[in-house]
T-cell receptor
Framework: EAEVAQSPRYKITEKSQAVAFWCDPI?????LYWYRQILGQGPELLVQ????????DSQLPKDRFSAERLKGVDSTLKIQPAELGDSAMYLC????????????FGPGTRLLVL | EDQVTQSPEALRLQEGESSSLNCSYT??????LFWYRQDPGKGPEFLFT???AGEEKEKERLKATLTKKESFLHITAPKPEDSATYLC??????????FGAGTTVTVRA
């Protein structure tokens, strides 16, 4: 069964350091999403890609977060510099296309900023 | 603004004790309502999509129903392996997905 892959699964870093997360969506899925989930809350969308283009990054803190999907397949989310409040689960999801309603999630990257 | 409210926040059940989780929503043009299961430290696992009021879907001991203002996830004769956080999400006209905070279900043997 096809799955969304993410790495690393866990990341511990010190504040002011740079961190990067990687996501490989289900093969053939044109739409890719990055979410942040704080403990005890539901996921919140950070950025959405359609192929290699950003279609929604309204909730992405652009002073420190960046995301890219250069070839329209896998994607990288970067935080520089990391802050204590960035500690959370970072989830990647994909769907067949923007209008295909069902999103499939990867296992997530748990980030702890010390 | 689209809103999703789930209740209760936590539910403790005895094995075999059936119960229901509630998801109430306000959304501009519902495209779909989703239920996901999330185990601790893992990503959400897709369970169901409901598209219109009156629709029902079942999977093993779970049954999801939808009205114009809320959805219910019924758990029939739960087992300890049904322990998880159940997330509800709605997709609006602009395709954005909004999640509730989830209901954490604990089933004791």
């Amino acid at each position: 069964e096809a799955e969304v892959a993410q790495s690393p699964r866990y990341k511990i870093t010190e504040k002011s350091q740079a961190v990067a997360f990687w996501c490989d969506p289900i093969s053939g899925h044109a739409t890719l999403y990055w979410y942040r989930q704080i403990l005890g809350q539901g996921p919140e969308l950070l950025v959405q890609f359609q192929d290699e283009s950003v279609v929604d990054d309204s909730q992405l803190p652009k002073d420190r977060f960046s995301a890219e999907r250069l070839k329209g397949v896998d994607s990288t989310l970067k935080i520089q510099p990391a802050e204590l409040g960035d500690s959370a689960m970072y989830l990647c999801a994909s769907s067949l296309d923007r209008e295909e309603v069902t999103q499939y999630f990867g296992p997530g990257t748990r980030l702890l900023v010390l | 603004e689209d809103q999703v409210t789930q209740s209760p926040e936590a539910l403790r059940l005895q094995e075999g004790e059936s119960s229901s989780l509630n998801c109430s929503y306000t959304v501009s043009g519902l495209r779909g309502l989703f239920w996901y299961r999330q185990d601790p430290g893992k990503g959400p696992e897709f369970l169901f999509t409901l598209y219109s009021a009156g629709e029902e879907k079942e999977k093993e001991r779970l049954k999801a129903t939808l009205t114009k203002k809320e959805s219910f996830l019924h758990i029939t004769a739960p087992k300890p392996e049904d322990s998880a956080t159940y997330l509800c999400a709605v997709q609006a006209r602009d395709y954005k997905l909004s999640f509730g905070a989830g209901t954490t279900v604990t089933v004791r043997a």
